[in-house]
């Protein structure tokens, strides 16, 4: 159980940093999580031949893989609008209503009983994100982006559960990649279509360069290949295979409630590299402690659990 924790852990701080990236990286956001999707697919696929652990799923497993693909994409593409509407520390901040989402929908997809202590807190998260909504309405687009990502990884991380079991961790994440990389790309004319100004290629400037808003010790590389390959390798492959891993020992509320850390991680980083604080006030911060205060209860409640199992044992 703590070791699964820690995973999560690492893996919500890496997502932190996706929303400095997302931000600092020029291109549109279908572009974005096509070009992320697709260095993340290649990636993994690296690995998986160069350890000799390749495997072939059936079809019914690779159409399951696949609708997580295409939620994750969607979900991505929601999450990278939401920065470019508003900024980052908005769009994260947004995620911690997905435990609420998760709270709801996953006894009706898992045909379970609701548990009421999870609905309370996912009710102080909702409380939390009312008042950031409330005191920054100016972000309503980015907001509403935020929040439609946030259902979307409710449910993608659902189904991650339920089959998180049946299928190595590197295999999972190289179908859902791949899957989703492809269902982009198969939309791509019609974006082009309808946003014709898109910009396909990364911007490539490789000019070293300290940006006035950044820390002096601090170093901005002006190069979006440089931010994509990190942000694949990083905040993708390594996070998503810390995730999964934990997913087969946490519940997927539990998984949700601690991801609702990324804007509390990530907001620090933006506040530290974008100075993005001066467009934030008291109601957004009033949110964000509320989503703090209900992950730390939701990790006192599993002490408590994990202690009682022990007495019993």
């Given at each position: ?197 898109t910009h396909f290629l ?38 998503q295979t810390l995730a ?70």
């Amino acid at each position: 159980m703590k070791k699964a924790l820690i995973q999560l852990h690492i893996a919500v701080l890496l997502w932190g940093f996706t929303g400095v990236l997302g931000k600092l990286i020029s291109l549109d956001a279908p572009m974005l999580v096509w070009y992320r999707m697709l260095l993340t697919a290649l990636f993994v696929l690296v690995i998986l031949l160069f350890s000799r652990k390749w495997l072939k799923v059936e079809t019914a497993g690779v159409k399951k893989l696949a609708t997580i693909g295409g939620l994750m994409a969607a979900h991505w593409i929601a999450f990278y609008a939401a920065i470019k509407f508003s900024n980052a520390s908005i769009a994260l901040v947004c995620l911690s209503t997905a435990s609420v989402f998760t709270s709801v929908l996953e006894p009706l997809i898992n045909k379970t009983k609701y548990n009421f202590n999870e609905l309370a807190l996912g009710m102080l998260a909702l409380v939390g994100m009312y008042l950031i909504y409330h005191f920054q309405d100016l972000y309503g687009v980015g907001i509403l982006l935020g929040t439609i990502a946030a259902l979307l990884s409710s449910i993608f991380t659902i189904y991650n559960k339920r089959i998180a079991s049946e299928y190595p961790v590197r295999t999972m994440v190289f179908y859902e990649m791949t899957t989703g990389f492809l269902i982009i790309t198969a939309l791509l004319p019609a974006l082009f279509y309808f946003v014709p100004d898109t910009h396909f290629l990364p911007a490539q400037d490789s000019i070293f360069k300290v940006a006035e808003n950044l820390p002096s010790n601090l170093i901005n590389l002006k190069n979006d290949w440089i931010w994509l390959i990190v942000l694949a390798l990083c905040c993708t492959v390594w996070a998503q295979t810390l995730a999964l891993n934990a997913l087969k020992k946490l519940s997927s509320f539990t998984i949700t409630l601690t991801v609702n850390m990324e804007p509390v991680y990530g907001i620090l980083l933006a506040i530290l590299i974008y100075r993005e604080d001066k467009d934030l006030n008291w109601g957004f911060f009033m949110g964000m402690g509320l989503i703090c205060l209900s992950v730390l209860l939701q990790m006192r409640s599993l002490i408590v659990e994990s202690r009682r199992n022990k007495l019993k044992t």
